[in-house]
């Protein structure tokens, strides 16, 4: 029998600047809000189009979590 875990990307808008996602991928994998703001900084300046595309995707796509 399998065991599927219930944790789920998400976007986080209790603690958002834009739309929240890189809070929600920051709670999902345990990390540092500013790490993970400062890696989606440099995708922006290294893949602009992919990124802003990427990020507004997920913002849009993504369920929202409020409180968290």
């Known amino acids: 029998m399998r065991n599927y875990s219930t944790r789920s ?4 808008k209790a603690n958002r600047k ?8 920051a709670d999902y994998y345990n990390s540092s809000v500013t ?3 400062i890696v989606a900084l ?3 300046i290294t893949f ?9 995707a997920a913002g ?4 929202a979590r409020y409180g968290v």
Do not use: D, K, Q
């Open 9 to 12: 990307w998400y976007c986080n």
């Open 42 to 44: 440099l995708m922006l």
């Open 48 to 56: 602009p189009g992919l990124t802003l595309f990427a990020y507004i």
């Open 35 to 37: 790490v993970v703001r």
């Open 18 to 25: 834009i739309f929240g996602v890189c809070s929600g991928l």
């Open 60 to 63: 849009l796509i993504l369920p």
